[in-house]
């Protein structure tokens, strides 16, 4: 599909831009930080002594479930540092970012400032967006087709497989992490790598020796499960499903980012639970604008995208779901 994009295209963004940073949506939000790394990381905290004071209990099992949740709302804050959401200079992200990602979390943060800002320079990109690139999932009828043996049988059937898949994403998020150590540039090589090994070997230890091998196998595999899952399910509804574009398609950046991606709609509860991922295309246009600010922006860029005649994509959570689902079935339907 070739989408082409209407006069006056290299002006709007900029009109855009200057109205949402004349209404304030750009500055930073210290206090609402302030809070929200402050509560984070004590129910962080909380949660991993309340894992070496139940001990040797089959309850650690119900108790991965919360630290499964907390776990991803430190990664949102990751997320945030590694847009400087939070601090205004680079030091200071960097070290917010290593400290959610790469010490809290076990999630690299030169792996994922890599592989998210390509996402965002070209968002769903069939070339330029890892985020759309073949792998245990295909996203275009030539990705499947150039499947083979086990993957071709996973495309085939992707949509069904689909959640099972994320169950494994956080166990993929970490060998990733790891992998980059050696794969991916980045400024502070040493420091990541040694920051993921004091996670691991924390991680290990208080699971170890707060519970026999088995309830912490158990526990592990319901915490990471959970935790990918979470992931997954957080950033799954923002772009699948949405066009894919080709080297052919001629567009700027304010159609780039908005037709490429989905608001989902939601009070206060979803703004909390997906990180503020929800305003996706608000935050594909400013991505350094505070998550707090979003929900603000977002009737600006609706109004602005409207008077263009420009698609503004927005659905519920659950249906947003069911976009992805069928598109991953539609693309494994040549297989079959």
């Known amino acids: 599909m070739t989408i082409s994009a209407p006069a006056q295209r290299g002006s709007d963004y900029s009109r855009l831009s200057k109205t949402v940073a ?41 108790l991965a479930v919360p630290l499964a949740i907390v776990c991803t709302q430190m990664s949102f804050l990751g997320h945030d540092a ?5 601090a205004r200079t680079r030091r200071g992200a960097v070290t917010l970012g290593l400290l959610h990602g790469n010490l809290a979390t076990g999630l690299g943060y030169g792996w994922w400032m890599d592989k998210h800002t390509r996402h965002h320079a070209n968002p769903n990109h069939e070339d330029e967006d890892p985020d759309v690139g073949a792998g245990a999932l295909v996203w275009t009828h030539e990705q499947a ?34 992998r980059s150590i050696r794969d991916t540039p980045m400024r502070h090589r040493a420091l990541e790598a040694v920051l993921l090994a004091v996670h691991t070997v924390g991680y290990l230890t208080i699971v170890l020796t707060s519970m026999s091998p088995v309830k912490a196998l158990v526990f592990v595999l319901i915490h990471q499960g959970l935790w990918g899952l979470y992931m997954g399910l957080s950033f799954a509804p923002n772009h699948k499903g949405m066009p894919i574009l080709t080297a052919a398609d001629d567009l700027d950046y304010l159609r780039k980012q908005v037709l490429t991606s989905r608001n989902v709609r939601g009070g206060v509860f979803t703004d909390l639970a997906l990180g503020g991922l929800n305003y996706q295309i608000e935050h594909h246009l400013f991505p350094s604008m505070p998550r707090a600010n979003l929900r603000r922006a977002q009737p600006i860029v609706r109004a602005f995208c409207e008077d263009l005649g420009l698609g503004y994509e927005e659905t519920g959570l659950v249906r947003s779901y069911g976009y992805a689902l069928r598109h991953l079935h539609e693309v494994g339907a040549p297989l079959r």
Not at 82 to 86: A, E
């Open 145 to 178: 087709l150039e499947t083979r043996g086990v993957q071709r049988w996973m495309a085939r059937r992707q949509a069904y497989l689909f959640f099972p898949l994320l169950l494994l994403e956080g166990f993929n998020l970490h060998w990733a992490s790891i």
């Open 22 to 62: 004349a209404a304030g949506l750009l500055d930073r939000r210290p206090g609402y930080y302030a809070v929200k790394i402050g509560s984070t990381v004590a129910l962080f905290a909380a949660g991993w002594v309340a894992v070496a004071l139940l001990g040797d209990s089959w309850w650690q099992a119900a």
């Open 82 to 86: 590694g847009h400087r959401q939070i």
